[in-house]
């Protein structure tokens, strides 16, 4: 007489424990869990465990409850659902290879343009929030469109005070942002920081400290700046400023339309890691960009030296030859 064991699965846990279990898990995890079998998957598509992993996540999300209430949903018209926001704005958007980074991004001038972007942004000092700001743009009127693109989420001052952050000394290159721009029409978004600093600079004037961050789309380059400044208190430094702004390839300023676009191509878009390695592979292309656009200056000043050498040797004959005439007459 033969008999056989019970086999017992994680599955045969009650669902209400499963559900407690799945809502400690990160993002990733939960993912992962989600495709082990059909049971976990119901469980971890649960709107209200991806909500709370989102707002824990990017805390300045939170900011926008009093205005949108129904932006991390399913339910509105103008909203992302919460495990469609991670999957967006977790991983990093897909670049173009190093040889065709002046290629603009596939599709980018066939997609509709965002006429509203909600940028979601926080700024983390050993994965603890130390800033957070959400700022909505209407980005539909010809003044937007045809300016350069910036978005500010500025430190006001008049209403409360700067955050003040106490770092060790040279700790601003271990600050990290995330900067998440939603277009909640499309229901999409796209993380357009590269996490860790890609450099670390003095202003030249007030010497504040400029952490940046920046990822290559399309041949332009999304830069979010954080501009810090030292205090009297040893140790202490005030952020005083957080801008985004994008370059082409030459240095100059993309305009909204342009930076719509790249955004746009850059939500449809695939995507790739969310961390690691990523940050590294952001970090070489940004300074390959800057490679490529110093090049372009030096071999743009080389021409306009050799224009500037050609139209001198003209005027030069044109004079000899005005002074031959007067003289030989």
């Known amino acids: 007489m033969t008999t056989t064991a019970a086999t017992t699965t994680v599955e045969d846990l009650p669902a209400d424990v499963l559900a407690c279990a799945l809502r400690r898990l990160d993002g990733r995890s939960l993912a992962a869990a989600s495709c082990a079998t059909a049971g976990l998957r119901a469980l971890a598509a649960d709107p209200a465990t991806w909500r709370a992993l989102c707002l824990a996540r990017w805390p300045s999300l939170s900011l ?6 129904d932006l991390l949903s399913s339910s509105s018209p103008s909203s992302i659902s919460p495990q469609r926001l ?3 704005a977790f991983p990093f958007p897909c670049c173009a290879p190093p040889n065709t980074a002046a290629a603009p991004l596939a599709g980018a001038a066939e997609l509709p343009l965002p ?26 009127s010809s003044w937007f469109l045809t300016s350069p693109f ?31 721009l939603l277009d909640p029409l499309a229901g999409r978004a796209v993380n357009v920081s590269s996490r860790r600093p890609v450099a670390v600079d003095r202003h030249w004037y007030t010497g504040d400290t400029l952490v940046r961050y920046a990822v290559v789309l399309g041949g332009c380059k999304f830069e979010a700046t954080v501009t810090c400044s030292e205090e009297a208190a040893p140790g202490s430094v005030v952020v005083r400023e957080v801008s985004l702004a994008v370059e082409d390839a030459d240095g100059a300023a993309v305009g909204g339309e342009g ?8 939500m449809a878009g695939t995507r790739k890691g969310g961390e690691g390695t990523e940050e590294e592979v952001a970090k070489r292309r940004y300074e390959e960009f800057v490679r490529s656009k110093r090049g372009r200056k030096e071999s743009k000043a080389r021409k306009e030296v050799l224009v500037d050498l050609c139209c001198s ?3 030069a004959v044109a004079v000899l030859s005005f002074i031959a005439v007067v003289v030989l007459r």
């Open 64 to 69: 926008l409850d009093a205005t949108r209430p």
């Open 86 to 88: 991670f999957a967006d």
């Open 115 to 140: 006429t509203e972007l909600v940028s979601a942004v926080d700024l983390y000092h050993a994965g603890t929030p130390l800033l957070s700001r959400a700022v909505e743009t209407a980005t539909s």
């Open 150 to 180: 910036r978005v500010d989420a500025v430190v006001d001052s008049s209403k409360a005070p700067a955050p003040t952050v106490a770092l060790p000394g040279g700790a601003a290159a271990e600050l990290e942002l995330s900067w998440v």
């Open 259 to 266: 930076a719509l676009r790249l955004v746009a191509a850059a």
């Open 313 to 315: 040797a003209v005027s």
